[in-house]
């Protein structure tokens, strides 16, 4: 059983950084198969955001490429997410997510990925 826990959502401006963790608990990050970030606005369905593979093979929607980095730290046991040059279509609720075997995409299927935290509030502001 994986458990997981978001941390480090917030409120910034426009050009603003924030930097969300995915804390693990019950596996150890380096195992895992793959590891992703979504998010989801109100009114919207929930999109794949960036994901990492065991081997560290990243992915990247194209919304976010070259300012937003995923990454994970072996030390703390989680999953990081760099955000970088921030717009205020970057607002939602962020959520990780985590597989234990299979494939790895940003795939936004519920049913796709066996574990998912309760998420975290990113707002941008203009």
């Known amino acids: 059983q994986v458990q997981l826990a978001e941390s480090g959502g917030g409120s910034v401006q426009t050009g603003g950084s924030l930097r969300l963790s995915c804390a693990a608990s019950?596996?150890?990050?380096?195992?895992?198969?793959?590891l992703g970030w979504f998010r989801q606005a109100p009114g919207t369905e929930r999109e794949g955001v960036a994901a990492?593979?065991?081997?560290?093979?990243?992915i990247y929607a194209d919304s976010v490429k070259g300012r937003f980095t995923v990454s994970k730290d072996n030390a703390k046991n989680t999953l990081d997410l760099q955000m970088n040059s921030l717009k205020p279509e970057d607002t939602a609720m962020y959520y990780c997510?985590?597989?234990?075997?299979?494939?790895?995409?940003?795939?936004?299927?519920?049913?796709?990925?066996?574990?998912w935290g309760q998420g975290t509030q990113v707002t941008v502001s203009s």
């Open positions: 990492i593979s065991l081997n560290g093979t990243t």
């Open positions: 019950g596996y150890l990050v380096r195992n895992l198969k793959c």
């Open positions: 997510a985590a597989k234990v075997g299979g494939s790895c995409s940003l795939l936004a299927r519920y049913s796709y990925w066996g574990y």
